[in-house]
């Protein structure tokens, strides 16, 4: 089952501003948008913006997402060190009547 | 709160069947879908199928349909999830997490299913 595509890993600097980028196709983010999702080492995910930029309640506003085509992104400001976590992307793709996630991002705050 | 509590670890030998469970509280069980997603070790999240709590219907991933099977009982707010013709690549977390909007917004615990011989 095709999944979305994000990069392995991202270093930046603290306090510094990362940003993280997943593309999908027209089925899926394209077409449905994105949601995020930050997991910690040993804990559940947590759902940080869905419907491209839409935060739960509780989720700091230092992370923000956008779509442009078929590529979303997520972006956190003021990195900060349990910011360091894996960030994972995943749509609902109408073609195959399935959710795909991306392989994961693993953010290093230095 | 919300809140999704699934059952405890299970070990078990290939070519077995595992059921894990998902209790869900502090929400109207048949209002949001609810999905089973893994994650091997060391890997990434894998989506294994959704179910509808109101009406029951589900969605497979096609890597998993003829393997998987995903119900619910209302009358207890539980969701199940049943992998058979277990292998050792099967070894995972398992976890259910409800459907609200467009994201995954509250997740159980986890599963461990180890599958050895």
């Known amino acids: 089952q095709a999944g979305l595509a994000q990069p392995p890993s991202v270093s930046k600097g603290l306090t510094q501003t990362a940003t993280l980028t997943c593309t999908g196709n027209?089925?899926?983010?394209?077409?449905?948008?994105a949601s995020w999702l930050q997991q910690h080492q040993g804990h559940p995910p947590r759902l940080l913006s869905y419907?491209?930029?839409n935060r739960p309640s509780g989720i700091s506003e230092r992370f923000s997402a956008s779509r442009s085509g078929n590529t979303a992104s997520l972006t956190i400001t003021g990195l900060q060190p349990e910011d360091e976590a894996d960030y994972y992307c995943s749509s609902w793709d109408s073609s195959l009547s399935a959710r795909v996630f991306g392989g994961g991002t693993k953010l290093t705050v230095l | 709160q919300v809140q999704l509590v699934q059952s405890g670890a299970e070990v078990k030998k290939p070519g077995a069947s595992v059921k894990v469970s998902c209790k869900a509280s502090?929400?109207?069980?048949?209002?949001?879908?609810m999905h089973w997603v893994r994650q091997a070790p060391g890997q990434g999240l894998e989506w294994l199928g959704r179910i509808n709590p109101n009406s029951g219907a589900t969605n497979y991933a096609k890597k998993f349909q003829g393997r998987v099977t995903v119900t619910r009982d209302t009358s207890t707010r539980t969701a199940f999830m049943e992998l058979s013709r277990l292998r050792s690549d099967d070894t995972a977390i398992y976890y259910c997490?409800?459907?609200?909007?467009?994201?995954?917004?509250?997740w159980g615990q986890g599963t461990t299913v180890t599958v050895s011989s």
């Open positions: 502090g929400y109207t069980f048949t209002d949001s879908y």
């Open positions: 027209s089925n899926n983010v394209g077409n449905q948008g």
């Open positions: 997490a409800r459907a609200s909007y467009d994201g995954l917004d509250v």
């Open positions: 419907k491209n930029n």
